[in-house]
């Protein structure tokens, strides 16, 4: 049976007031409303109200530098915040002050419903002690984004700041996972700590255990002096293991072994050190089909995988582009360069395009803007032009499945104009390069059946630089018996 309460509203906007009056009402609670915070205050200070629902921003305070005076003065009362600025700062510091939700505006009004079912009948635990950064800025935000997509992993990351669960964050290539495992430490319990990132498809397999856990002088051919690895540098912060998928059966082994006895050795070493590191990861891969390959340890994937984040492509949050690009312009003005702007129609064409890397393609496309082009104000002509050369035109599709020599002319032909015709921008050779670059790896990972060893030995690269390749350029590996 649901339970009923005297539910205190606080929101400066009278239409919802009156929304939530009637829709709590109809639910048998008893409401009280009102428009300002001070009056919230001494109907909280009069002892009134089961729960509390409140806006942030009121004509006269702050409604989130409310809940510590509420939360002390009545530890037990809880408060449910909501708010239009939906940034994750805001989440954030509803979550540290106290709040026992936070709702982004507009609200979906059966989920605010069942939070207040939630807050009513879930039992009150101890309250915890706010500990609060007052250094925590805007301006400081890495996640940029208003969108419901967005929203969500807002309120999951403001859950996870005060707990040391481990996180795996999953999403395309460009979509921001470092960002989010920087929220995380910056915006978390261990943010007086340091962040230490290591990238698995960056480090030789055979170099991996030594990064990770470190070595001893003498541990091994080369090893004229002790290393400190990343666990060790990591101590009281986080570390970081991003692209996880890459990591080979036999470090996943001794990471498991970490994870269960919380402690490790040196390579080359024998005394334990105490593993303390809060561990997020971060791959583009289906580690559960990787799993079901045998490529990846079952055992370590659900040690890892106890809170996934999955971040949305940029495609499934479009309406996000424009302030994303803002953002951009005012990143490239902070750092010296000419103020810019997008024309409507041409912010219309950015919100269109498919955005195969992501957020990274997006910011990369706005700082050539602002490089590139002396106009204050960018035409839809000039951003069509650059989305025309991210799509290739279509020459790199037709060229696919054809010798990447054959493809290499093509791209060429079609990029080089004829003796009468004015030359092309510069940066020929880079955008000639990204043509056959893709084509060249696909068809020599195809004839060597996935195997990443020999298609680095067939291309006469280094196997690390393939690897780099192959992320950079999201190509989907498919390994052949």
């Not at 080979?248 to 105490?274: D, M, N, S």
């Not at 992501?358 to 989305?387: M, P, W």
Request: aromatic share 4%.
């Amino acid at each position: 049976m649901m339970r009923t309460g005297n539910i205190l509203v606080a929101d400066d906007d009278r239409a919802i007031r009156t929304v939530l009056s009637q829709a709590l009402g109809r639910q048998g609670h008893t409401v009280q409303t009102t428009g300002t915070a001070s009056t919230l205050w001494q109907w909280v200070n009069d002892g009134a109200g089961d729960l509390v629902i409140t806006d942030v921003v009121m004509p006269d305070e702050n409604g989130l530098d409310l809940i510590p005076r509420i939360k002390k003065l009545r530890p037990n009362l809880r408060v449910i915040v909501m708010s239009a600025q939906n940034t994750l700062l805001t989440a954030v510091k509803a979550t540290e002050r106290g709040a026992f939700e936070y709702l982004p505006k507009p609200f979906d009004l059966r989920e605010l419903l069942s939070v207040v079912e939630r807050a009513l009948s879930e039992p009150k635990g101890e309250a915890a002690d706010a500990e609060l950064d007052p250094h925590l800025e805007e301006e400081r935000l890495p996640l940029i984004g208003r969108s419901p997509a967005m929203q969500e992993i807002y309120r999951v990351l403001a859950r996870l700041m005060g707990t040391d669960l481990t996180v795996m964050v999953y999403g395309e290539s460009g979509t921001g996972k470092e960002l989010v495992s920087r929220a995380l430490h910056d915006y978390g319990k261990r943010r007086q700590g340091p962040f230490v990132a290591i990238n698995m498809a960056a480090i030789p397999r055979e170099l991996i255990e030594s990064e990770l856990f470190g070595h001893e002088k003498g541990a091994f051919t080369g090893a004229a002096n002790r290393f400190v690895g990343r666990f060790e540098q990591a101590g009281g912060g986080t570390l970081f293991l991003d692209e996880i998928g890459d990591m080979p059966l036999e470090a996943q082994t001794r990471l498991l072994r970490v994870l269960q006895e919380g402690e490790y050795t040196t390579v080359g070493g024998r005394t334990p050190i105490k593993a303390d590191v809060r561990i997020v990861t971060a791959t583009h891969r289906d580690l559960r089909q990787m799993v079901r390959q045998g490529l990846f340890r079952e055992d370590l994937y659900y040690r890892l995988n106890v809170v996934p984040i999955r971040l949305p492509p940029l495609r499934e949050r479009s309406e996000d582009i424009p302030e994303l690009v803002r953002h951009f312009f005012s990143q490239t003005q902070d750092e010296g360069l000419p103020a810019k702007s997008l024309e409507p129609d041409a912010l219309e064409d950015l919100k269109r395009y498919r955005w195969p890397g992501n957020v990274r393609e997006l910011e990369n496309v706005v700082r050539r803007l602002v490089a590139l082009y002396s106009q204050e104000t960018i035409t839809r002509d000039i951003v069509r032009a650059e989305l025309s050369d991210l799509a290739g035109g279509g020459s790199q599709r037709r060229c696919q499945r054809r010798i990447p020599g054959r493809c290499g002319r093509a791209a060429s032909a079609g990029i080089l104009p004829g003796p009468r015709r004015s030359l092309p921008a510069s940066g020929l050779y880079e955008r000639i390069l990204h043509e056959v670059e893709r084509p060249l790896i696909e068809l020599s990972l195809a004839a060597t059946r996935g195997n990443q060893i020999r298609a680095a030995k067939l291309l006469g690269v280094n196997r690390n630089t393939l690897r780099k390749k192959i992320r950079d350029l999201d190509i989907q590996v498919i390994l052949r018996r």
